[in-house]
């Protein structure tokens, strides 16, 4: 049995939410392994939906579940997520949850600073959650981080909070604000230590062992490859890597232990905030999709802006991440359409692009080529089968395979979990 590495081919938002629930209910365990609690998923079991941000998806299944160290971790948020899930009639134990104890913590001084940034960015907002995530990430590779280890070690951490405050110091003064104020942080890590402390522990370690025992690994990716910081629409990314290789950093086994890549794609595609977006619909398409799909963030509730399946940025995202195979997601929502558009390629200063331009200018100039499909009126919706599928939507899905270059694994026809057709099984691969 192959582990498999879960990543969204888009700009996150793909529904990877039910197809790590599928899969984790099939894993052994399940690990996150990159970015924070700007990320979430969205489950429907049974009729009940679960609203994650930073517990892994496997959670809700009762699969034990692991946050590696590659994730920013804001202690309160998941104290108040498993709070939330517990009410929900989800049982979180040390048994089940583990938290890698050299995660970096996520403070409220990070936040702050997050808010104060975009605020004062005008038109060069990135269109942050304010979450905090990319200043903790900041304090990660600048070495001042606090980490969750040194939350048992809270009498120790005065050099360490020397460090931070000569950074966030300088740079609250600069807003105006007023120094960190030391004291009130020592007493809030030391309200939520005793939370945190009963999940941590060497992740690495853990995962040695179950992999060791023969387990099936289900590693966890958030956001979307568009999203990843190198290989994004930069400067509108997170402050991670979003790719399938950061798996392996993320969680402290090798790289090849990612075994399947699956990656998560829309049959359409959406993104939040700002930033470059070539297949952009303004029209009443774009509305009657979005409408359709629900599509609205998790996390922040905002509208996503919604636009045709493009081709170009999935074939380059799936060859980036190494994509084994995709599960297409939302097929449902397109029905109804008398045509369907996909996008082949783009056209910038007369010249033909099979590619996404890495400058920002370009990728905002660039216009769309299109090609297109005739649409479906029969419904998709809960098909379990490819034989239930109308012919023209078999075509569509075919099309997006010969384009992406990446063969299709799962057909998701719904939120609920076990709607979905499987050609390919990434666990047996």
Known sequence: MANVTVIGAQWGDEGKGKIVDWLASRADAVVRFQGGH????????????????LLPSGIVSGTLSMIGNGVVLDPWALRDEVEKLEGQGVAVNDDNLAVADNCPLILPLHRDLDGLRESAAGAGKIGTTGRGIGPAYEDKV????????????????????????????????????????????????AEIAPFVLRFAQPVWKRLK???????????EGAQGVLLDVDHGTYPFVTSSNTVSGTAAAGSGLGPNATGFVLGIVKAYTTRVGSGPFPTELDDEVGQRLGERGHEFGTVTGRQRRVGWFDAVLVRQTCAISGVTGIALTKID???????????????????????LPSHTASQAAVEPIYEEMDGWH???AGAR????????????????????????????????????????????D
């Open 142 to 189: 600048g070495r001042r981080a606090i980490r969750v280890c040194d939350l048992a070690h809270l009498d120790q951490l005065d050099p360490q909070i020397d460090r931070l405050c000569a950074h966030h110091d300088a740079l609250r003064a600069g807003f105006d604000q007023e120094p960190v104020d030391r004291e009130q942080l020592k007493a809030d890590l």
């Open 209 to 219: 062992k179950v992999r060791k025992a023969g387990a099936k690994v289900l590693f």
């Open 378 to 380: 029969e419904s998709t």
């Open 38 to 53: 700007n990320a979430g998923h969205t489950l429907v079991v049974d009729g009940t939906t679960y609203k994650l941000s």
């Open 333 to 355: 929502v397109l029905d109804g359409l008398d045509t369907v558009r996909i996008c082949t390629g783009y056209r910038l200063n007369n010249n033909v692009y099979d590619y």
């Open 385 to 428: 089968s490819f034989a239930d599928l109308p012919a023209n939507a078999v075509k569509y899905i075919q099309r997006i395979q010969e384009l992406i270059e990446t063969p299709v694994a799962l057909v998701s026809t719904s939120p609920e979990r076990d709607d979905t057709i499987l050609m390919r099984d990434p666990f047996e």
